[in-house]
């Protein structure tokens, strides 16, 4: 069994044979949920039931969701896997840094997400700066693309070898007074502060989305605290009830 706070995500998932595959990788591994993003084929299509075998009762619960950001909400820290190499400006961990950031015993929300993206072309850009850290599985230099079920084996056997491994090498984590916070916290204060900067000038509408993905990769760096988001997001609205009364 791999953990009971581990949330696996995938990404407009189009293929039923792979989603099938996921499936009894899960029923072998037993995470914790199994959440779909808009996905392009039926988790009930015959071939994803051939392909899951005892893996059936996962097909029947998967939990769907309309976009990453949702997925991931409830989540202390998140891993992608990434295939995109032309994304330099972030670096791309091996599965075993990546992996070993993931499952760092730490206070906050229990669950961990990792995430998988589309066949075809993985992730877009927005959705990889939802990740604290980038997963790029080693390839030979003729083909650099995985099948999404043989990734997804990969870093599910580094999990648990990992995890094993913490058994011998961590006690028992102590309650902390100040719990990281959730993914859902920081894309809410993110959002706030969105508002003000635009209000204010500070942001355009044309390169909003650019400059506050920047300051998302900050907050996920530095990982506050569910406190200091709270004191963050307080800040921010009181300064636009502040900008909103002078105005007035």
Not at 111 to 129: A, I, P, T, Y
Not at 236 to 245: D, E, M, P, S
């Amino acid at each position: 069994m791999i953990s009971a706070n581990l949330v696996v995500v995938l990404v407009e998932t189009a293929g039923p044979l792979n989603l099938g595959s996921v499936a009894r990788l899960c029923a072998n591994y037993k995470p914790s949920r199994l959440r779909l993003v808009n996905p392009r084929c039926e988790p009930g299509d015959p071939l994803a039931s051939l392909m899951a075998v005892r893996g059936g009762e996962w097909l029947k619960k998967v939990e769907f969701h309309s976009s990453l950001s949702a997925a991931v909400a409830d989540c202390r820290r998140v891993v992608a896997c990434s295939g995109r190499i032309e994304a330099q400006e972030r670096q791309h961990h091996s599965p075993k840094e990546a992996i070993g950031w993931l499952l760092e015993p730490q206070a906050g929300p229990a669950q961990v997400g990792l995430v998988f993206g589309r066949e075809d072309h993985g992730l877009s850009k927005e959705e990889l700066l939802l990740a604290g850290r980038l997963l790029r599985i080693p390839t030979g230099p003729g083909y650099g693309s995985l099948n999404l079920s043989h990734a997804v084996a990969i870093c599910f056997a580094e999990i648990q070898q990992q995890l094993e491994q913490q058994k011998a090498a961590y006690a028992p984590l102590q309650a902390l007074d100040s719990p990281l916070a959730s993914h859902e916290q920081l894309e809410q204060t993110i959002q706030d502060a969105e508002a003000l900067l635009l209000n204010v000038g500070f942001l355009y509408p044309h390169t909003a989305r650019a400059r506050m993905g920047k300051l998302r990769q900050i907050l996920l760096r530095a990982e506050p605290n569910a406190e200091e988001v709270a004191l963050l997001r307080g800040m921010v609205r009181q300064l636009r009830w502040a900008i909103g009364r002078d105005s007035g």
